[in-house]
């Protein structure tokens, strides 16, 4: 168990309620950040020692600091909602705090602890609770990170850490929450790899992507799709979502979890939503020849991608070299949008939850 306890050290000059109500009238994603962030440092000799809720500032790092140069790095996303009561709330942030350990394990680094983890997101929604959008697609996004902050040139796991988690109010992922997009299918490149770090959450996952999503942004793609490393066979994930298939008896098929693929808790918390609502789900090997054939054929009604930051977002068009073909009629189908309204309603608390998924901050 951790010891840790947050200090509070609450900004000196926070943002004027006219200057953030500005900021969240449109704040998009990822550009509008709160007043503070929480801190934690990690030394061989000490542990993990001075939690703090702090101001958001800068962070100095040294020109030689590990993370600059051997990428030891990981981070996570979730969100606070604001509840119909005018509180907040977390949604499984216990899942959260175990796959950021687990990424530490994979990236040779010391985990931080994760009672500390979940204190860390509810101290910060706490103290920065104005932030909270009160929209229907508004939330709190929440970013915890660690890097290793060592000084030394030397290829080894580092012996010192920062812990961090800032927070940005945010709206819709994508432009129209409500629309489908159209992916790339990435032919040349490919996210990740057996016996690589495909299921971590660490930066260098995402810098690997961002070519084949450039290339997919060039084509007018939204976002691109990535088969399997060894056989360039099977569809894994998109860059930074995974992805279900609806068949026309209402099965759902999502690739099975790998090395390769990041375990969503998005993923996880659907396959449980469905199952709990009378369907079949298969986490089975899926082909891009097979997703091509049962689209032509009719067989596959719907496909949909799914993760912290974009929810459910229904795929209405796959393109690549050698392939253009339209899912359904590239509208949103019923089963992505009642999944979605399952999934947002125990999000927000606006129905009950059997699963303890939900969790109220204030």
Request: aromatic share 10%; with cysteine; charged share 25%.
């Amino acid at each position: 168990m951790s010891d840790l306890t947050f200090e509070i050290e609450t900004n000196a000059a926070p943002r004027s309620a006219g200057d953030r109500a500005a900021l969240m009238a449109n704040p998009g994603f990822g550009k509008v950040f709160t007043d503070h962030m929480a801190i934690v440092r990690y030394s061989a000799g000490r542990g993990w020692h001075d939690a703090k809720i702090t101001a958001r500032a800068p962070i100095p790092l040294d020109p030689a600091a590990a993370v600059l140069h051997y990428a030891q790095e990981i981070f996570e996303g979730l969100k606070a909602y604001r509840t119909a009561d005018g509180g907040a709330a977390l949604f499984r942030p216990e899942a959260n705090a175990l796959r950021f350990r687990r990424s530490a394990e994979r990236m040779a680094m010391v985990p931080f602890p994760e009672e500390a983890f979940i204190a860390a997101q509810r101290k910060l929604v706490e103290i920065d609770r104005d932030w909270i959008p009160d929209t229907p697609d508004g939330s709190l996004y929440l970013r915890p990170f660690m890097i290793a902050n060592e000084v030394f040139l030397g290829v080894k796991p580092a012996s010192e850490y920062l812990f961090i988690t800032i927070a940005s109010a945010v709206g819709s992922y994508f432009k129209d929450p409500n629309g489908t997009v159209t992916v790339w299918l990435s032919e040349h490149y490919t996210r990740a790899a057996p016996g690589g770090t495909g299921a971590a959450k660490c930066g260098g996952n995402y810098a690997a992507s961002l070519a084949a999503q450039a290339e997919a942004a060039n084509q007018g793609c939204e976002q691109v799709v990535f088969l399997d490393a060894a056989e360039r066979r099977y569809v894994e994930e998109l860059g930074g979502m995974n992805v279900f298939f609806v068949f026309e008896d209402g099965t759902l098929l999502t690739p099975p979890l790998s090395d390769s693929i990041l375990p969503g808790i998005t993923r996880d918390s659907i396959i449980t939503l469905a199952r709990e609502a009378g369907m079949t789900v298969r986490e089975e090997l899926y082909g891009i020849d097979q997703w091509r054939d049962d689209v032509r054929s009719g067989r596959q009604t719907e496909a949909f991608a799914c993760g912290t930051a974009a929810v459910i977002t229904p795929i209405g068009r796959v393109r690549g070299r050698e392939d253009d073909f339209t899912i359904g009629n590239a509208v949103a189908g019923p089963v992505a949008r009642r999944l979605r309204t399952l999934l947002v309603d125990i999000q927000r608390g606006n129905t009950s939850d059997a699963h303890g998924w939900f969790q109220k901050v204030f």
